[in-house]
Structure formats: C-alpha cells, structure tokens
C-alpha cells in the first residue's frame, strides 16, 4: 500500500499545505475510503478535521471507520453534535459498537447521545457480549424474510431496505424471530418463476453460530465454507445478528499475528508496529524476557554442579552452545508446528498418540543424520583443521550422543506441550520457542553431563 | 470442525457399513460439501468412490474440489469418462486448474480430454501464469455488462448468465475488452430507475491487480478494501479475470502458516500436518538443523579460543546459557515483529531509519532492566543462596554488563535482518528466531570474553 500511494499523498499535502482546498477535494473524490484513512495518518493533527471535512458524506463514514483510534478520537472532539450524527447515522452498527469499545467515557457518552434510538440500543446489545465473542463482532443490521413471501415480494423488500443492511446477498428467513432458512441474492434472481414461494427455495440446512462462538472459530467456518455471511443465534435459536467475511479476513489476519507475538515471547499489541511507541514494545516484552531470565538460573546450576567435569574436560565447553542451540531449534520446529496445526483445526487433543509418534520418528531421523554429520564434523574440523586435539574420539561420541538424544527430547517436548496447553485451555501459542527452548536447554545439558561421567568418568 | 461431526461420521461409517445407502444418501443430502470432504477423508480409500456416488451431482463437485489431492486423483482414477465431465462441468474455471496443477500428468490427459473446449483453454490461460501469482489463482467466470445497458437489461443478462459464474454480485463494465468500471448487484436493485444506464452508475474509479501480482499483496488488497472480488488485468490493462474473497481467505491463512514455518526453521509444507509422513517432516526440517548445527562451530571456535579465560574464572561458564537465552529470545521478538509488519504492509524498507532507532530505545530499556534485575539475582541466589563464592562483584558486573549490550545487538540484529532481506528480495521470515539466535550466539560469546578480559584481566 505504502508506495501505491506516494505520489498522492505528496500532491495532497501540497496542496492542504497550500490552502488549494478545492483541488483536494477533487482528488480524494476519486479515491477509496480505505487508502483516504492511510493516506490521513501521514498528515499533521491539526491538519486531520481540515481534511475530513473536504470529504464527500459516505466517504466521510468509510474513511472514519478505517482510521486509528487516536485519529478517530481527535475527529469526534472537533465535531458539531450534527457533524457527529451525520457521521454516525452512515456508520454500520458493528463498526459503531467498535467505536464505542474504543474511546473513553466522555467521548462514549457523546456518541450515545447523539446516535439515534435504534442504534443506541443494537450498539448496547453487542457490547453485551463478550471480547472476541460472535457476539461482539456481529452486526445486527442484515435482511430477513418470512417464508411464504414470493420471490418478487422478496425482491421488493430487498430494494426498499436493503440501503442500510451491511450485506444483502444473503437473506435469512425467520418465523417468530427463529431463523430457519436462508435464500441468496443469485438464488432469488435466478428462480425460474417470481411467484415461487422463499419456503420452497430457502436453504434450511443452516451453519450458524451462537453469540458466545469464539470469533476465531466464526472466522475459520466462514473460510471452511466460503461463505459470505454466518448467522448469529441466541441461546434461544433467535436470529440476532450476522457476520460477515470481511470481519473474518481482518480476525484471521489479527489471530495469527497474535500467535506470532506469542511465538516471539511477546504479549500481543493491540496496535501497529509503527503506532507502538518503544514503552509500548517494552512493556510488551519485557515480562517475557525477565521470565525467561530467570528460568534459566537452572542451567546456570546444571553447569555449576558439573563444574568438575568441565575443568577435567576442557572440550566439552565448547559443544555447549551447538548442544543447545540445536535442541532448541529442534524443539521449535515441533512446537510452531503443532501450534499452527491446533489453531487451523487440523488436530486436537484426540490425536496427541499420532503426533507424538510422527513427531518421534521425525525425531530420531533428525537425531541420527546429525548425530552422524556432527561426529565427522568435529572429528574432521575441529580436531584435525582446527588442532584441538583435547578431542578424543570418546569426548567425539559423548557430543554427538547428546546432540541425538537431545533432539528427540526436543522434539517431544515441543510437540506435547502445546496440546497439553489447549487441553487446559491454555493459548498453545505461548508454548512455543523460547519457552520450549528454556526447558530444552536444560535437559540437553543434564544428558550431556549424564553421557560425560558415563562414558568419559569426569 | 472435528468435534462437531464425529456423531454424523460414525453414524455414516455405520451405514456404509451396513450398507444402507438410502439411508446414508438422507444424511449427506443435508450437509454441507465442506463438512462431507471432511469425513470422506475419515473413510478407507475402497470406500470413497462409493460414498462419493452418493451425492447429489452439484454437491458432488462442490465436495470433489474440497477434497485432499490423494483422494482427488482416486476418485478421477475410479471414474468412467461420462462420470468426469459431469463433475468437470460443475466445477469453476479456478478449481479446475488447481486440479491439473496437482495431478500427474495420465490423470491430467484424461482431465483435459473431457473438460469442454472453453474450459480447456480457460485452464490453459491460468496455467501459463507464475505460481503464487494473481493470474493462477483467479477465475474466468464472471459477468460483464457493456456501458450502454440499461439496469433492466443488465439484470436480465445476470440472471440468464450468472448460474455459471463464481459470483454475480460484482459485474464489471467493459469496452473492448478493456475494464472501465464496475456495478454491484446492490447498486442495480437498488437503482431508481429500470432504464438509467450502466455507463451512469458504475464506479469508475477502479482497483484491480494484474495477473503476475503476488498472490499475497491480491489477498492483503481484498482484506483492505473489504471487496467482494477484485479484477485481474492483463498488461494490456485488458480484464482477464477475478479473485474472489474466499481465495483472499485461503492465501491468508497459507501465508500465514508458511511464515510461521520459515520462522520456526523449517521449508513450508504444502500438506496439513497429519497428511505429512515423518519423512515429509524429516526433509522439511533436516536442512535448516544441519545449516544451524553447522554454524554453531563458531560459538565453539570462540569457546576454544577463550579457554584460558574459563579455566581462569570457572564461574563464567555457568552464565553463558542464559546470555545465550536471553539474547536469543530478544533478537527473536524483534525479528518475528518486524516480519510480521513487513507482511502486513504495515512498514517498508524506507521505515528502516524509524524502525532501528525504535528497536534501540526499546533494547535500551529491556537491557537495563535485565541487566539490574539479573545483577541482583546472581548477588542474592547464584552467590547468598547457592553459596558460589567464585561469583565476585566484578564477574557479576561482567555478566550484566554483557547481557545489557547482548540485548541491544540482539534487537538490532533481529529488527534490521528482515528487512534488508526484504530489501534483496528473500522472504523476511527466514530471518527469524534460529537464524538470529545463531548469530546472536557468537556476538553474546565475544562480548562476554571481551568484558572478562577488560575487566577481570583473565
């Protein structure tokens, strides 16, 4: 996006800079609501309400919808009470509810007074429910039918209401407020005869989900059944509002950078990376770090206590960093996989007994075929290029030992971990990398020195 | 999905079983094809062809293209020529070239000689584009309207020509083949007036991609603009085709899953994990564990070159996990955030100014906070508690000294890295967590030694 658009948001500047206020407006007309909201969070504070109010009326709604926070906050501090209902009234419900959940107290309040009665009362209806629930993504504004309309009457219906409704390519059918069918756009103008009843083409084997549905998984049956739009039911099988798949792109988007953070050993951000001020991103990462820290105390006591056997065997030190850096890496491999595989819902707890028997013989093929390249590698580089020759063959076979026994351990650790935390409804993605890394590395170092006075007697 | 269908699957296997098939044909009428591909990947392969013949002919497609390409080319094996062209016809011009893609090439032949002319050449049209690109992921089926038509007339023509089409609810306007403006269902039901013309109430200010537009930046665009569909061009700025919101929705999520791979050290797979053999998973993974095992020999060579130092303050050894830890775990939180941002489109090379000195101030703050932290740790567990008495105030002083710097490199490794290969045009995800922690590794090893040396003379 970012270059796409350089060249406009540099005459734009220009001319707001230059007070050419009408050629402005002539270029935002022909731009997309969207691109108008990044092309505002380049320009100065003061410069924002100027801008805003060049643009046209619905223009004016899509580009606030697609705004920061801090900007949309700005805006609605600038504005007339009618400015602000004019705003509101072009606005979907859902896109207000977000509002509402994003402002402080005083700027809700202007919002609330200012909204008309109906919105005031679906806006308070989907903050009911809870965060990241159907419920609270939903909007309540979409086109229902009742089943002995025709298709004709049903086509009235749509042009008369339809203006206001987020979507009306799909249309629910309900009865008594129960949803029990749904009819689409294309099925409606492509019936053979216009007096056909919506009860004898409506769709009655129904994918909806409840209010309280994790929004994660509303967005991946939207994706699995590349559907427009999933009804929303109450606990009472009411029809109460919809989803639709644009909410499901920006939650599928959201929830894997989220994993990511995760993965990373980061609380997630709320905000973009260039938003995030550097207190933001400490404030994010240092509970991680400190956590991590100080677990790794327990390495530094394994070390400690096999102090005797590292000032006997001078070697050894030196395979530590590779030891653990090589279970770690191992771990993680398993772990990203099976995180990324449980949020996908590709597997769940039920088929922990496959993974940990795919991942075990993963393991002891990674395990071997590097158990064997590093023997040579040490042998070959480190004793005869390099000149250690502290490297006895028997120090040789202890490394490379390890290195496989620690792979395997790596492996499933990092593969039972994440179902373990999803079985305990735990995020799995905080099972990942670093935290696996902190156990491993504890582990590869006790098998080594295990190994050590075994084979070696340090 | 895997929880919700266990009672329809068992009930099936059952029937199937008992071979009640009249019975068996009741339930997969009422389900969705998504969910049907689901639980025939539940069935032992003899049975998928005669579960398939069950489904009612478009579901039949619907369920075909949902399904695993292993299951895809047993069924296309065990049909009869007539069979293929009635799933063939069902089928979208996009999915059918997916198929091709994926079969070998006497199953290809077989597709192509009964796929009806049109559809050949569309198939051949969306092979010749790159992989990953806009033109092999679109469809040749959508509508077009001319600019002189009426709303009236339009709408006659979607519904004489839109049973074929992937959807009908964007129509794009075209002179010559040329794109010059789009009309959604909405705008024609919602039109005053039967008469008013295209070419009146088009949008024309139009976003479109061109066919070798990456498949990412296609997706990422339908995400922004929360469209429908988006037009391909050709680079004669001629429309040539459409991707649809459910394609955006499927390459989000692979993309996804493909950094979260790279990140984790492993090449992407194209199967989900538990189609994947543990030799899939053995060769996706053995490469980056080798390359990783290997460029640990310079952590050893340092350890080597510094043994004098160790054998001199044996303490020293017991800290170097947790440098090593803490330094990895800082560069990977900044890599794997600025991956993630550079995929999102959120940054861009031009921010890398922006980017460093906001990953310095961070690394700043986390470093000093660890580094006290970590000072008072090793005071009053690891010497008070533990009762090392070799740990004196000054190697303490060295250690925290050495983890503050460590963090820092490490954050402006971990941030710049991404983005210079983003710069040279690798994937910046392959600069993620194992390959900073390999380099942060040696930079910790050498600055530990450098400060023992400076400041306890060893």
Same mark, same amino acid.
Not at 194 to 199: A, F, T
Not at 252 to 265: F, K, S
């Given at each position: 996006m970012a270059e796409r658009f350089e060249i406009v948001e540099k005459a734009l500047l220009q001319m707001l800079a230059a007070k050419k206020y009408a050629s402005a407006r002539d270029i935002l007309t022909t731009m997309n609501p969207s691109d108008i909201a990044g092309i505002f969070e380049e320009l100065e504070e003061s410069q924002i309400p100027l801008a805003f109010r060049l643009l046209r009326k619905e223009q004016a709604a899509e580009t606030f919808v697609e705004m920061e926070p801090e900007a949309q906050e700005l805006l609605i501090r600038g504005f007339s009470d009618n400015e602000l209902k004019e705003v509101l009234q072009e606005l979907y419900v859902d896109d207000a509810a977000d509002l509402v959940e994003e402002m402080p107290a005083n700027v809700v309040k202007r919002i609330l007074k200012n909204a008309d009665p109906e919105m005031r009362s679906s806006i308070n209806q989907i903050l009911q429910y809870p965060e990241n629930s159907a419920g609270s993504i939903m909007t309540t504004e979409y086109v229902t039918l009742r089943p002995d309309m025709t298709v004709e009457e049903s086509i009235l219906r749509i042009r008369r =209401?339809?203006? @206001?409704?987020?979507?009306?390519y799909t249309c629910y059918v309900t009865q008594g407020r129960k949803l029990i069918g749904l009819v689409t756009v294309k099925d409606l103008l492509l019936? =053979? @005869?216009?007096?056909?009843?919506i009860q004898d083409i409506m769709l009655t084997n129904l994918i909806s989900v409840t209010t309280h549905t994790d929004q994660e998984e509303v967005a991946r049956m939207l994706g699995h059944y590349h559907f427009l739009a999933l009804p929303v039911v109450d606990k009472e099988d009411r029809m109460v509002g919809i989803v639709t798949f644009d909410d499901a792109i920006e939650v599928i988007q959201d929830e894997a950078t989220e994993d990511m953070e995760l993965m990373g050993g980061m609380s997630p951000s709320e905000k973009t990376y260039l938003r995030n001020t550097p207190l933001d991103l400490f404030k994010n990462r240092i509970p991680w770090l400190m956590l991590l820290m100080v677990s790794a105390t327990f390495t530094g006591l394994i070390i400690t206590a096999f102090e005797g056997a590292l000032a006997a065997q001078v070697a050894l030190t030196a395979f530590i960093p590779m030891l653990m850096g090589t279970g770690g890496n191992s771990g993680s491999q398993s772990s990203v996989t099976i995180i990324r595989a449980l949020s996908l819902d590709e597997?769940?707890?039920?088929d922990i007994g496959r993974i940990l028997w795919k991942e075990f013989c993963t393991a002891l093929m990674c395990g071997i075929a590097l158990a064997v390249v590093c023997f040579g590698k040490i042998w070959l580089v480190?004793?005869?290029?390099?000149?250690?020759? @502290?490297?006895t063959l028997m120090v040789d076979a202890v490394v490379c030992l390890t290195l496989a026994v620690t792979v395997v351990c790596a492996k499933i650790v990092g593969c039972s971990l994440p179902i373990l935390a999803k079985a305990v409804h735990? @995020?799995?993605?905080?099972?990942a990398s670093p935290f696996i890394s902190t156990i491993v590395d504890a582990l590869s170092l006790l098998v080594y020195f295990l190994f050590a006075q075994t084979l070696l007697g340090v």
């Amino acid at each position: 996006m970012a270059e796409r658009f350089e060249i406009v948001e540099k005459a734009l500047l220009q001319m707001l800079a230059a007070k050419k206020y009408a050629s402005a407006r002539d270029i935002l007309t022909t731009m997309n609501p969207s691109d108008i909201a990044g092309i505002f969070e380049e320009l100065e504070e003061s410069q924002i309400p100027l801008a805003f109010r060049l643009l046209r009326k619905e223009q004016a709604a899509e580009t606030f919808v697609e705004m920061e926070p801090e900007a949309q906050e700005l805006l609605i501090r600038g504005f007339s009470d009618n400015e602000l209902k004019e705003v509101l009234q072009e606005l979907y419900v859902d896109d207000a509810a977000d509002l509402v959940e994003e402002m402080p107290a005083n700027v809700v309040k202007r919002i609330l007074k200012n909204a008309d009665p109906e919105m005031r009362s679906s806006i308070n209806q989907i903050l009911q429910y809870p965060e990241n629930s159907a419920g609270s993504i939903m909007t309540t504004e979409y086109v229902t039918l009742r089943p002995d309309m025709t298709v004709e009457e049903s086509i009235l219906r749509i042009r008369r =209401q339809g203006v @206001d409704k987020e979507t009306i390519y799909t249309c629910y059918v309900t009865q008594g407020r129960k949803l029990i069918g749904l009819v689409t756009v294309k099925d409606l103008l492509l019936a =053979q @005869d216009d007096e056909m009843l919506i009860q004898d083409i409506m769709l009655t084997n129904l994918i909806s989900v409840t209010t309280h549905t994790d929004q994660e998984e509303v967005a991946r049956m939207l994706g699995h059944y590349h559907f427009l739009a999933l009804p929303v039911v109450d606990k009472e099988d009411r029809m109460v509002g919809i989803v639709t798949f644009d909410d499901a792109i920006e939650v599928i988007q959201d929830e894997a950078t989220e994993d990511m953070e995760l993965m990373g050993g980061m609380s997630p951000s709320e905000k973009t990376y260039l938003r995030n001020t550097p207190l933001d991103l400490f404030k994010n990462r240092i509970p991680w770090l400190m956590l991590l820290m100080v677990s790794a105390t327990f390495t530094g006591l394994i070390i400690t206590a096999f102090e005797g056997a590292l000032a006997a065997q001078v070697a050894l030190t030196a395979f530590i960093p590779m030891l653990m850096g090589t279970g770690g890496n191992s771990g993680s491999q398993s772990s990203v996989t099976i995180i990324r595989a449980l949020s996908l819902d590709e597997v769940d707890f039920r088929d922990i007994g496959r993974i940990l028997w795919k991942e075990f013989c993963t393991a002891l093929m990674c395990g071997i075929a590097l158990a064997v390249v590093c023997f040579g590698k040490i042998w070959l580089v480190d004793r005869m290029l390099m000149g250690n020759y @502290d490297i006895t063959l028997m120090v040789d076979a202890v490394v490379c030992l390890t290195l496989a026994v620690t792979v395997v351990c790596a492996k499933i650790v990092g593969c039972s971990l994440p179902i373990l935390a999803k079985a305990v409804h735990l @995020d799995p993605a905080v099972m990942a990398s670093p935290f696996i890394s902190t156990i491993v590395d504890a582990l590869s170092l006790l098998v080594y020195f295990l190994f050590a006075q075994t084979l070696l007697g340090v």
